[in-house]
């Protein structure tokens, strides 16, 4: 007598590993910017078909025709991807319904009062809700408080379409690591961090990044993967405030605090050399740790380390305008009326952001104490003020340096001919210690 051998369905959770492993799972990226355009090209390049999602009409033209708009990915390598098909782009949301894996990639600022501005999460998960389906996944990467992923797309997504997580459908939270313009470190090989909201969500979600990018280490839940974001940028904002404070410290004791830190940063242990400057800038570490803050206070915490270091870090723009004003009035100049050339705004050297960046404070700050400010940036051609106003930047630096009655160097982008600058100058505020050797003990130069 022979058995008869019965033939059980897959389930969805098996199905999608499979369709990852076999890279036949469609795959959609909801935004294209710093962060979702580079994972876009590393999942194409992998060999899946992506749908590239935005709102943004400007951005989607560009791709359709092939044109990088993003330092990190090159024209040269974007055009083979959408030519080829397995990189499109679109406004359409409706495409969504087509997919097996979709990723959330959209900005998470902060609003003016210190909370999150969820606005642009909750309207890319309202528009993924309209079209949820059986066997797909979802993860989201825009870094946000521990529990947005749980209690807001959970039940926007799958309590709502009557769809049981971890057996109908697979929800993640995987934190981008973007840090535009570094090349050692990309979308590709930088260690992914992925926590499900149950073990199978968690172990799809891992078959599906680990099929294009090279390491990835899971965690138990999605709030752990949540907080470790946080704690990687809280990190950073914490030991840059300690810094900016040990520089305002040594400036009161006569003391050089770039010696100090050269010094301490011979140590080849327990110490990490961070530097200080006039300010945070960038997409997550002026603004990350905040919503950690913002979230231990529903648990009646003061996150007392993290407030510390962002009132310093904030204060450090007006530090270096007054400082500019000290070292101006010893030079018999007031501030009022002087003209000053900033050298550099983009939030840190060799890119084109501006996000959070400290140059339009200090911008900002000299206007208000009646200087006469432009500013040049090889990166930045525009920048619109916090007042709203435009400025182009100096279409000629050197002529720029020798009118200015004071340089300030907030920028320190390596194109830059420093011993060129210095010798056209007749001033130069030193705020990033750009000028190295050459602005020590020189008598045109302060520094921070």
């Known amino acids: 007598m022979h058995s008869i051998r019965v033939e059980h369905p897959m389930s969805q959770r098996e199905s999608l590993i499979q369709k990852f492993r076999e890279k036949k799972a469609r795959v959609a990226i909801l935004g294209m910017g710093y962060v979702g355009l580079p994972l876009a090209v590393v999942f194409a390049e992998a060999g899946f ?66 909370d999150p501005d969820m606005s642009f999460i909750l309207a890319a998960t309202e528009q993924l809700a309209k079209t949820m389906h059986k066997g797909v996944v979802v993860v989201l990467e825009s870094t946000t408080y521990p529990g947005t992923t749980r209690e807001v797309l959970l039940p926007m997504l799958g309590e709502a379409n009557g769809l049981t997580v971890g057996e109908d459908w697979f929800l993640a939270f995987s934190p981008e690591r973007v840090d535009p313009g570094r090349e050692d470190f990309t979308t590709l090989n930088t260690p992914k961090v992925v926590g499900g909201i149950t073990e199978a969500c968690g172990e799809v979600t891992a078959a599906w990044y680990g099929a294009a990018i090279q390491h990835i280490h899971t965690v138990s839940s999605a709030e752990a993967a949540e907080m470790a974001k946080l704690l990687e940028n809280t990190f950073r904002m914490v030991n840059i405030g300690m810094v900016n404070e040990l520089a305002i410290m040594c400036k009161r004791m006569g003391v050089d605090v770039w010696e100090v830190i050269d010094a301490a940063a011979t140590k080849p242990f327990g110490f990490m050399k961070f530097t200080p400057g006039p300010g945070l800038g960038g997409h997550c570490i002026p603004i990350d740790p905040l919503y950690l803050s913002w979230k231990m206070k529903a648990y009646q915490y003061t996150a007392r380390f993290i ?10 723009p007006r530090y270096v305008v007054t400082r500019i004003l000290e070292a101006l009035n010893e030079r018999g100049q007031v501030l009022k009326g002087a003209h000053c050339l900033v050298l550099g705004v983009a939030y840190k050297p060799d890119i084109d952001d501006i996000r959070e960046s400290p140059g339009l404070d200090v911008i900002g700050l000299l206007q208000k104490k009646g200087a006469t400010v432009e500013f040049h940036d090889p990166y930045i051609p525009t920048l619109k003020t916090h007042e709203g106003t435009e400025m182009r930047s100096v279409p000629d630096l050197m002529a720029a340096v020798r009118a200015a009655d004071v340089v300030v160097a907030v920028t320190n982008h390596k194109v830059y001919d420093y011993k060129a600058i210095l010798n056209a100058a007749k001033f130069i505020f030193d705020s990033r210690n750009a000028l190295g050797e050459l602005g020590k003990n020189n008598s045109k130069v302060e520094r921070l």
């Open 49 to 114: 078909h992506v749908s590239g999602i935005d709102p943004d009409v400007r951005k989607i033209d560009s791709l359709v025709k092939g044109i990088s708009y993003i330092p990190d990915i090159s024209t040269e390598r974007l055009a083979p991807l959408v030519k080829s098909g397995h990189l499109k782009a679109t406004t359409d949301f409706s495409v969504l319904k087509e997919m097996d894996a979709v990723s959330i990639c959209v900005p998470t600022p902060l609003r003016k009062t210190g």
């Open 307 to 316: 407030e510390l270091a962002s009132e310093i870090n904030t204060n450090m």
